[in-house]
């Protein structure tokens, strides 16, 4: 979700990155959703694209739920594991 808000501000990684006082290397990695950053770090790029950790995770929960919705409709069940449906997504996707 970081990338897409990212993206879609058109900002660079670097600009977001440095705003935030994350690496670039790390950041890139966050969104790829190859490393779990901790809460401080996820507000901190949040902050960075004008939006609160609340903000960010109220989108994540939404992009959720329309996918795991898209994919129910057509006939694919999630994977659901510990009574939790997944669908591959992570926070920082």
Known sequence: MLRK???A???TLKDVADAARISMPYLSEVERGRKEASSEVLAA???AL???LGDLLA???AELVRVTS???AV???PVVRDG???NGLCLAA
């Open 75 to 77: 006939g694919t069940r």
């Open 9 to 11: 501000q058109e900002r």
């Open 45 to 47: 790029a949040a902050g």
């Open 59 to 61: 989108r994540t929960h």
């Open 70 to 72: 898209r994919r129910t």
């Open 84 to 86: 939790s449906a997944h």
């Open 50 to 52: 004008g939006l609160g």
């Open 5 to 7: 808000e990212r993206q």
